[in-house]
């Protein structure tokens, strides 16, 4: 280690140097952008605090970048890469971390977390963009909780990010941050400038640190899934017209002393955890 604890790794070339001898160029197809600040890196790998002998699945880490930061936090990283032009880089990074890096050629979609690990893990990803909400929302819709996962640190487009921590009546709310805010706790943990990777995203980026917490009683992930996606499909309408279509949603508004006449931007979260819970559990198709 060097003097500031952080473990040094002079077997690696620079990231610049390892993209330009395999031709690394960034694929759009799959959402990539490279970063190479080592110093950024590291300040996203210690987001999540201590990773020393935690384990850690990242899904996207091309050149292994973000991959080297978590590494030299001592972490056990499984890393998820479907683009086979970075495994010879990726290779590289695991020879210079012997038994600290395995590298999974697949699609994160597509492949189950807990498949992977046999205890708690951190998830940790500058998510390629055309995936990143998808896989989020996967992660955090467990109807079994606590998760398996004992933190997530993501990096977003800003606006998504933006859109995950937001508060009711404000234009960024809707389905995401209810269900990122019912039983976890999320908060923007830093913003990238564009200018950061390669190539240049035409957005900000953001990365957004997310926590699991006691989840309420007596709620159904899959009912609360259905009521926000039935009010935040017509949010511009009243919930007495949106949630027409939910059966009973419309006396638990009643019951709970909701008006109608609101729209969905306007109730809290746990307004919405309240009506979830008062319609049960969902039937099954």
């Not at 699945?57 to 890393?79: C, F, I, K, S």
Request: charged share 20%.
């Amino acid at each position: 280690m060097n003097g500031g604890g952080r473990l040094v790794t002079p077997s690696l070339p620079p990231l610049r140097e390892v993209i330009a001898r395999y031709g690394l160029s960034a694929s759009k197809a799959l959402g990539q952008n490279f970063l190479f600040d080592e110093q950024l890196l590291d300040r996203i790998a210690a987001i999540p605090g201590s990773l020393e002998g935690e384990q850690v699945m990242e899904v996207g880490p091309g050149p292994g970048g973000l991959t080297r930061a978590l590494l030299r936090t001592g972490a056990r990283v499984t890393a998820i890469e479907m683009d086979r032009r970075c495994l010879p880089a990726l290779a590289e990074v695991e020879a210079a971390f012997p038994g600290q890096l395995t590298v999974i050629e697949g699609d994160a979609m597509k492949i189950a977390p807990a498949t992977l690990f046999d205890g708690p893990y951190h998830i940790v990803a500058n998510l390629p963009y055309n995936v990143g909400t998808a896989l989020f929302t996967d992660w955090l819709s467990s109807e079994d909780w606590p998760p398996q996962w004992r933190s997530l640190t993501l990096m977003f487009q800003e606006e998504v990010a933006r859109r995950i921590v937001a508060a009711p009546n404000t234009s960024a709310y809707g389905r995401l941050p209810v269900l990122a805010q019912w039983r976890s706790r999320a908060r923007l943990a830093m913003k990238v400038h564009r200018s950061a990777f390669t190539p240049p995203p035409k957005v900000m980026s953001a990365v957004v640190h997310v926590v699991p917490d006691d989840a309420p009683e007596g709620v159904s992930m899959r009912m609360l899934e259905r009521v926000t996606e039935a009010a935040f499909g017509q949010r511009r309408k009243m919930l007495r017209q949106s949630l027409k279509g939910v059966p009973g949603a419309l006396e638990a508004l009643g019951r709970l002393g909701i008006d109608p006449q609101r729209r969905a931007e306007t109730l809290s979260v746990e307004e919405f955890v309240s009506v979830a819970r008062s319609l049960g559990q969902p039937d099954r198709p």
